[in-house]
Structure formats: C-alpha cells, structure tokens
C-alpha cells in the first residue's frame, strides 16, 4: 500500500492513510471514479508491486442499481485487460468475474487486483439528509424537495453554522447501524 500510496501522491487524488492502509476518494462522480481513478490505480500497480492488491469501490447507485453499476465496472477492467498501450509482449492480464468481485491477474503471476463493489443506496448527500432531518427537524420534511444538496446546505446552516462537512461528519456516525454501512465496514475489515 505504500507503493500504491507513493504513486497516488504524484497524482491528483486524495487520500487518506489513516487507520487504514489506504483510502482514496472523490467527490467528482461516479465516472471519474471508474473511468480515471480505478483505472489509473489498476495501471499504475498491477505488476509493478508485485503484490495483491483488494480494493473496494463505494458509489453512490443514483437509482442506477448494483448490476449496473458492477457492470461498468467489469467493462473497464475488460478494457484495460486488453488495451495494449498499458501491457506489452502480448501478455494481457485475465478477468474473473464472481457476483462479489471482479480479479485482474497479472499474467506473470506479479499479483493480482480485486475490485469490490459497494453500493450508497441513492447517495450519500441524500442519506446524511435524511438522518440529519430525523435527529434534528422530523416534522421538516419540505426540506428534501429541491434535492438533497440545498437540503444540505440549508440544514448547515441551520444547525452548523454553514459548515457542511461538519454536518456530513458528525450525521454520519449516526449511519453506523445501516444496512449499508455494516455492509461497507465488513467488507474493509
């Protein structure tokens, strides 16, 4: 992870190595997760650090759906299995798909790269919201009509003094007993 982290470093992604080996995360969508993130991190480490590496990739599903987005997943590791600027000689890495898990194997025997897939039901702005409004104002629910992010702010400000991370962080805790949120937990320990 050290190797992994070296190299994200010298990139633009942020990071947090904490209790954690690494945490990597982004708020610039779904698509630049898939598209740019796992791709780069999949480039940049399979058989080049020569050991296993398990990931998990935590997406919001929008209404999109697991299979879908399991499916968006699986087609970018396809792409990079193939793609021959990434991987040279004819030795393409190989793809196994389980329902859990996606497996890029480096055809060397350098390691491997497992892609795990968990799912925000709708999407994090969205259950903060909704657990925030619960605790603080259960009776407000016409806060949620113009979406979940002016109900962020308008929350944050009522009650954070207009600091949204502060309500992000301090909400969240109290997401611990959700369905996805033990589910997430168990899978990163």
Excluded at 14 to 38: H, P, S
Excluded at 131 to 140: A, D, G, Q, S, W
Aim: net charge negative.
């Amino acid at each position: 992870m050290d190797k992994l982290q070296m190299l994200l470093e010298r990139s633009c992604f942020n990071f947090i190595k904490d209790q954690y080996a690494l945490i990597i995360f982004g708020d610039n969508g779904r698509r630049t997760i898939i598209e740019k993130i796992l791709g780069r991190v999949v480039v940049d480490t399979l058989g080049k650090v020569g050991d296993d590496i398990n990931t998990i990739v935590i997406l919001d599903d929008d209404g999109v759906g697991y299979g879908e987005l399991k499916k968006n997943i699986s087609d970018k590791l396809k792409s990079i299995s193939k793609d021959t600027s990434k991987f040279t000689n004819n030795l393409y890495p190989t793809l196994e798909e389980t329902d859990d898990s996606s497996v890029l194997n480096h055809p060397k025997g350098r390691g491997i790269i497992e892609v795990q897939l968990s799912t925000v039901p709708g999407s994090l702005e969205e259950q903060v919201t909704r657990k925030c409004i619960e605790v603080k104002c259960p009776t407000n629910l016409k806060i949620l009509e113009n979406g979940p992010h002016l109900a962020l702010d308008i929350l944050a400000m009522e009650y954070y003094g207009g600091d949204n991370e502060k309500l992000i962080r301090e909400t969240s805790t109290l997401l611990k007993d959700e369905a996805w949120v033990a589910n997430i937990i168990d899978r990163v320990r």
